[in-house]
Each structure stands twice: as structure tokens, then as C-alpha cells.
């Protein structure tokens, strides 16, 4: 998206399938899931890690396919995932000040230490397994697909490892894989990645009748985690998985109901939900909700009339706005001309997201993700 104005409504597509990374996302909010899966730009900048963890995933897909052999192949692999990533966010008004990477994303080169780590431990069974010239009693297959007999659902296991006791199912995850703050001597793998894992395995016995022996989710670290599973349990999870598909499908396709209507029936707004949303500028749920509970932690979002903007003795901008439905006015200093389109044109109708509040109330500042549109 090049422009700072907001498009009239959110493209709302059925979707053909729901596949196991999803699930989880649709539980949270529907309409967020759809629209990621309808792959609908986002709105608000996308967290600088996440664009160096689709370099990292890329760097895995390449080296499991046996394209990077060595610490060269490494660099060169790297170097390249991250210009592609960075010349992605340069293309783009809301995120071209996190480029470059290095600087952006926290931990950048520790982050580059374990991925090279990890493609290291990917390369050495490859040779292992070839100098024994096939006497190995595994066998490593990258990237497969599994479906239920209708397609409805499905999605790429990273990796399938057949050994004599079965087949293993493998995940890789670039991002955490614990759940923080946990205190028994087990570590808690976070529910999202178990529930994806237990419907991998579900589409794996759909596919072939019988059950994986294990499933498996390694860390960027190398780690290894193995999630239990019932097979009741996921049996009963992909069930539910295709029954939301059916709701979903069927509340898009129904035509005798407004936009708008669609848009309740599939939105779930919540501060924790929706503080992590790129989608919050065109969620109309999302504002009706902030109206209804005024009182609990919501992001930091204002949208109103622009009351007065200036341009301070350092270059920055303080604009202050009077926000729907409301008395007091708002002021948001420290604005950046260059990061926001909208500064260096007079509109009369903004809305801004994910500020910073300041000492006083209803004062805020500029923060690296703040970003503001056009609602004229
Ligand atoms: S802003 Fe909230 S309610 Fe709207 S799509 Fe995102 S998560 Fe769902």
C-alpha cells in the first residue's frame, strides 16, 4: 500500500481451505484470520522480527532442500533473504524507517549465529546419511503436503522423518517457542504450536490411516520439543477446524447482510487480540467496541478531527486532535514529516495508532510503529 488514506472497506473472500498454522487465529478472531488468510495488506506496520523471521524460514526451506551446502552458501543465502525482506519495506510509507534489519531487529546478529547454527545441524545428517549410502533408517522428506479426502483442509508439514518405530512430524519455528514465565521442570510449548501439530497429525492419518509416532517442534536453538497427543483429541480438533471453515464461508456468502453485519459476526475485539492486529484501521468492530467498554486497556488509538498542527523548533510536528464523541482534546508530539504522509498534506479527519502515552493524560508521542491515516 503506497497511499495514507484508508480504502472504503476490507476485501472479504470465502476461503477455499483452513490450514493447521490458522487455527489458531481463527479461535482468536475470525475476521482477522480471514483477512490474513485473504492475504489483504496490512494496515500498520509489520514488527521489523517478523520480516527477518520469513528471511530465516526461507534460509530453512533452502537448506532442507539441500541448497546451501556450507557457511558460504550461508552468507550468501542470508544476505540475499534479508535485501529481499528489506526491499519489501522500503516499498513501503509505514515501514521503510526499520531498514536496514541490522538495526531494527533486536538480537539481530545473535539471531544470525543461531540460524546459522540450526542450517549447520540441517546439513550434517544430509552427509551423514549419503556416506552411509542409504543404510541410514531414516528418511527426511522437506515440505509435504496433507489434506482431508475434501481438501477442506490442509497444509505443508515442514518436514516428515520415516523412521522403523513411524513417521515423525516436524515443525520449524524461527519465533518462541515456550510459553514465558512457566515454573515446572517440563517447558510449556505455547497451545497455538500444539494445536497446530495435533492437526498435522490429524491430516496425516486422513491422508495415509494410521497416526505419526511423534510430533516434533525444533527452535531456531536447535532444540527439539515433542508435543503428546491423543488421537481422539485430534481427530476432534480437525473436525472443528472444517466446521469453522462451513460458519465462515457461510456468514461471507451471505448476501442478504450488510457489510457492516459481516464484519460483527466475524470480529472478536479485545485489547489483547487486537493490540497485535495490523488490521485495526479498517476493523469498524474494533472502534464500536472501544466505544462500549471505555474504561479497559486498549491500544493506544485515537481518531477525531485535526484541531491544530505545528511544526516545532526541532522539525517534529504536534498535532492535536478532538476525538469523536469526546470533550478533551488529544496532542501527539514528536511526529515525524517524513514517516507520515498525511502530516504534509491538510486533512481534515485523522486517525492515529499505536502511540505512546506521554507524562500527561492525553498526551501522547511518537512511536516506531505509529502511523497515521487520512479519514477525510
Ligand atoms: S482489530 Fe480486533 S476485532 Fe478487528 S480484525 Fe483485528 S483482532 Fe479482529
Redesign the pocket.
Given at each position: 500500500m503506497t497511499s495514507c488514506i484508508l480504502p472504503a472497506i476490507l476485501s472479504i473472500e470465502p476461503l477455499k481451505r483452513i490450514t493447521p498454522s490458522q487455527f489458531s487465529a481463527f479461535n482468536?478472531?475470525k475476521?482477522?484470520a480471514i483477512?490474513q488468510s485473504n492475504r489483504t495488506d496490512a494496515l500498520l506496520p509489520i514488527h521489523p522480527s517478523a520480516h527477518l523471521g520469513t528471511a530465516i524460514h526461507k534460509i530453512f526451506e533452502k537448506s532442507s532442500g539441500g541448497g546451501i551446502t556450507g557457511d558460504d552458501d550461508f552468507k550468501l543465502a542470508w544476505a540475499n533473504y534479508v535485501q529481499e525482506e528489506e526491499a519489501k519495506m522500503n516499498l513501503s510509507w509505514m515501514e521503510k524507517h526499520f531498514v536496514p534489519l541490522e538495526r531494527s531487529v533486536q538480537n539481530y546478529e545473535v539471531k544470525k549465529q543461531q540460524c546459522l547454527l540450526s542450517v549447520r545441524n540441517m546439513i550434517l545428517p544430509q552427509l551423514s546419511h549419503s556416506e552411509v549410502k542409504g543404510e541410514s533408517h531414516t528418511r527426511k522428506s522437506e515440505e509435504v503436503w496433507l489434506q482431508t479426502p475434501d481438501g477442506k483442509a490442509g497444509g505443508y508439514a515442514d518436514a516428515i522423518i520415516s523412521t522403523d518405530f513411524g513417521d515423525v512430524i516436524v515443525d520449524y519455528k524461527t519465533g518462541s517457542i515456550i510459553e514465558s514465565g512457566h515454573d515446572s521442570s517440563e517447558p510449556d510449548v505455547h497451545e497455538n504450536i500444539q494445536l497446530q501439530l495435533k492437526l498435522y497429525a490429524a491430516l496425516y492419518n486422513s491422508m495415509y490411516a494410521k497416526w505419526p509416532v511423534s510430533l516434533r517442534v525444533i527452535g531456531m536453538d536447535g532444540e527439539s520439543y515433542e508435543i503428546q497427543f491423543d488421537e481422539d483429541e485430534c481427530s476432534s480438533l480437525l473436525g472443528e477446524a472444517c466446521q469453522i471453515l462451513a460458519e465462515i464461508n457461510s456468514i461471507i456468502m451471505n448476501n442478504a447482510e450488510s457489510y457492516d453485519m459481516m464484519l460483527k459476526r466475524l470480529?472478536?475485539?479485545s485489547p489483547q487480540?487486537?493490540r497485535f492486529?495490523s488490521?485495526?484501521p479498517g476493523?469498524l468492530?474494533?472502534w464500536e467496541q472501544r466505544e462500549v467498554e471505555q474504561e479497559i486497556d486498549w491500544p493506544y488509538d485515537v481518531k477525531g478531527i485535526v484541531v491544530d498542527k505545528k511544526r516545532l523548533g526541532n522539525g517534529l510536528i504536534l498535532i492535536t486532535i478532538m476525538p469523536d464523541g469526546q470533550s478533551n482534546v488529544v496532542k501527539v508530539r514528536g511526529l515525524h514529516p517524513n514517516r507520515h504522509p498525511v502530516l504534509n498534506n491538510s486533512y481534515d479527519k485523522v486517525s492515529i495508532y499505536s502511540m505512546i502515552a506521554d507524562n500527561v493524560s492525553d498526551n501522547y508521542k511518537e512511536g516506531l510503529f505509529t502511523t497515521i491515516y487520512s479519514m477525510s
Open positions: 482468536e478472531c475476521l482477522k483477512l470480529a472478536s475485539p487480540i487486537c492486529c488490521y485495526r476493523c468492530p474494533y
